[in-house]
Nanobody, 124 residues
Framework: QVQLVESGGGLVQPGGSLRLSCAAS????????MGWYRQAPGKERELVAI???????NYADSVKGRFTISRDNAKNTVDLQMNSPKPEDTAVYYC??????????????????WGQGTQVTVSS
């Protein structure tokens, strides 16, 4: 099967920087879209940034100009560079992989996956 493992969360001061990483493992042939979502207490999960296999990106308006998403197709990894974070960026951040094509036994499958989440707290 496929697993997404996130790393890099923690406490960061406003105006600082933090980098989140996510690695997909398993018998993966390709991943269409990789991205980051977040969920703050009492709020719905929302998109932060996504990147397609071809490198096209999309950002939430609230993070444009501050966060940068990047991926390595060969390694099946996606990173989120968070610059100048604000207290309102505090949330659990989830990695997502959409359109994951993988093989198991003699069969090919396609599915979407979420990581387990990593806490990011922006506070002085």
């Amino acid at each position: 099967q496929v697993q997404l493992v996130e790393s890099g969360g923690g406490l960061v001061q406003p105006g600082g920087s933090l980098r989140l990483s996510c690695a997909a493992s398993g018998s993966i042939l390709s991943i269409n879209v990789m991205g980051w979502y977040r969920q703050a207490p009492g709020k719905e999960r929302e998109l932060v940034a996504i990147v397609t296999r071809g490198g096209n990106t999309n950002y939430a308006d609230s993070v444009k100009g501050r966060f940068t998403i990047s991926r390595d197709n060969a390694k099946n990894t996606v990173d989120l560079q968070m610059n100048s974070p604000k207290p309102e960026d505090t949330a659990v951040y989830y990695c997502r992989a959409e359109g994951v094509t993988y093989y198991s036994g003699s069969m090919y499958y396609a599915a979407d996956y979420w990581g387990q989440g990593t806490q990011v707290t922006v506070s002085s």
